[in-house]
C-alpha cells in the first residue's frame, strides 16, 4: 500500500487552484456580455411598423409547395382518370435473371448516384439547366409539379397492380438502399423523371434546345439506377416512361390544368 504514496505527487496539481480566479471578471477567464438575449421586437419603435400586404405574394411559394397547389388543380379537373396502364406483360424470370447480371456488373460503379438518387433527384436537372429556385423560380416550379404529380398517378396504378419488389422474388439481389413501402409497377423514378424531362422541353428556347436530348439521356440514368439497384424490372420502367408520355398528353391540354399552361409560360419568360 506504501506504493500509492507516489500518488502524492498529484498533490502538484493544487496549482489549478489559481483558476478560481474565472470566476471573476478579473481573472482572465471567460467573459459574457451583459446584453440579455432579447428578441428583435423589443428593439425601441420596431413593434409598431406594419406592412400593407394583404395576401402571401405568389413569388414567394417555394417549388415544392406550389407543385402541391397544381396537384389539386390536376387531380380534380386533369382527367387523369382515363389514363390506363396495362398489367405488366414481362417474363419476371428472365427480368430477374438480368437484374442479376447487373447487380454483380453495375452496382459497385452506380452506387454513388443509387443512393443520392434514392431520397431526391430533383437537383439533377437543377444542375443540368445550371438553375435555382432563386435564378429560375418558374423553371424549378415546372420540375417539382411535374415530379409531384407523376407520383400521385404512379402511385394509384401501384396500388392496382401490386407487383412485388424483384428483391421479394429473389432477396439475394439485396438493394443497397432500403426495399420502398410499396408495389413496383410501373416504377415511380421512370415515371417522375421522363415526364419532367419532357415538360422542360416545353420550356427551353431555341437557343439551349441541344440539351432537351440531355434531359431524357438524365432521365433515362435515373430510371436504370433504380434497375441496378435491384429495385425495379426493365417493364417497370418502360411503364413509367408510357405513363409519362399519357400525363404529358394531359398537362399541355391548356383546358385541363390552365395553372399549368400559365406556368410553362412563365417558365419560359425566365430563359433569354
Given amino acids: ?27 482572465g477567464g471567460w467573459i459574457f456580455p451583459d446584453r440579455v438575449d432579447l428578441p428583435f421586437i423589443t428593439e425601441t419603435g420596431v413593434s409598431t411598423n ?30 387523369w382518370s382515363s389514363i390506363t396502364v396495362a398489367a405488366p406483360n414481362a417474363n419476371t424470370a428472365a427480368e430477374i435473371d438480368t437484374l442479376v447480371t447487373m447487380a454483380k456488373d453495375e452496382r459497385a460503379d ?12 430533383l437537383s439533377y436537372f437543377m444542375a ?3 438553375v435555382t429556385p432563386n435564378s429560375h423560380p418558374n423553371t ?20 392496382y397492380h401490386k407487383r412485388p419488389r424483384p428483391s421479394q ?3 439475394a439481389l439485396l438493394p443497397p438502399i432500403q426495399v420502398p413501402g410499396h408495389a413496383s409497377y410501373p416504377s415511380g423514378h421512370a415515371t417522375q423523371a421522363h415526364l419532367i424531362a419532357r415538360c422542360l422541353k416545353l420550356v427551353l428556347p431555341a437557343s439551349v434546345q441541344p440539351m432537351a436530348d440531355d434531359l431524357t439521356v438524365l432521365a433515362g440514368r435515373i430510371a436504370r439506377n433504380r434497375q441496378i439497384a435491384g429495385l425495379h424490372y426493365q417493364s417497370d420502367t418502360d411503364a413509367g416512361v408510357g405513363l409519362a408520355g399519357d ?6 391540354n391548356k383546358t385541363s390544368v390552365p395553372s399549368f399552361d400559365a ?6 419568360g425566365e430563359w433569354p
Fill in 1 to 27: 500500500m506504501a506504493g500509492n504514496a507516489g500518488n502524492a505527487g498529484n498533490a502538484g496539481n493544487a496549482g489549478n487552484a489559481g483558476n478560481v480566479a474565472n470566476a471573476g471578471s478579473g481573472g
Fill in 169 to 171: 422474388i429473389c432477396p
Fill in 247 to 252: 400525363i404529358y398528353t394531359i398537362l399541355i
Fill in 263 to 268: 406556368l410553362i409560360t412563365a417558365a419560359q
Fill in 110 to 121: 452506380a452506387l454513388g448516384e443509387i443512393f443520392a438518387q434514392n431520397e431526391e433527384f
Fill in 140 to 159: 424549378c416550379r415546372v420540375i417539382a409539379t411535374a415530379s409531384l404529380i407523376a407520383l400521385q398517378v404512379a402511385m394509384h396504378w401501384k396500388g
Fill in 50 to 79: 406594419r406592412t400593407t400586404v394583404t395576401e402571401f405574394p405568389d413569388r414567394s411559394w417555394t417549388p415544392d409547395w406550389y407543385a402541391w397547389r397544381l396537384l389539386a388543380e390536376f387531380a380534380i379537373h386533369g382527367g
Fill in 128 to 130: 443540368l439547366l445550371n
